[in-house]
């Protein structure tokens, strides 16, 4: 069973930070592009940061480069969102996204509120 379950959102203020985890199973971790996608109330599902199945290549949304960074451990199955100096308009639900070939995999969800 293919399962994806995201941790580590919370209540921050801004200019803080969080480190949100996406810890998956029942699939070949190591082959899957990991990603990270967010929906805020009443927007649609963006992207925020992509990393290689061996974690060599990134790359990021202009509006979250230079201050999230996505790294991946794929001997404990797990890729990770460092979120730092947080705007209130990062405020939304974080999704974690696998995907090889065709096949795609998404978590449920964890939220992040950045407020003062």
């Known amino acids: 069973q293919v399962q994806l379950v995201e941790s580590g959102g919370g209540l921050v203020q801004p200019g803080e930070s969080l480190r949100l985890s996406c810890a998956a199973s029942?699939?070949?971790?190591?082959?899957?592009?990991m990603s990270w996608y967010r929906q805020a109330p009443g927007k649609e599902r963006e992207f925020v940061a992509i990393i290689s199945s061996t974690g060599g290549s990134t790359n990021y949304a202009d509006s979250v480069k230079g201050r999230f960074t996505i790294s991946r451990d794929n001997a404990k199955n797990t890729v990770y969102l460092q979120m730092n100096s947080l705007k209130p308009e990062d405020m939304a639900k974080y999704y974690c996204k696998a995907n090889f070939i065709s096949l795609v995999y998404w978590g449920q969800g964890t939220q992040v509120t950045v407020s003062s």
């Open positions: 029942g699939f070949r971790f190591s082959t899957y592009t």
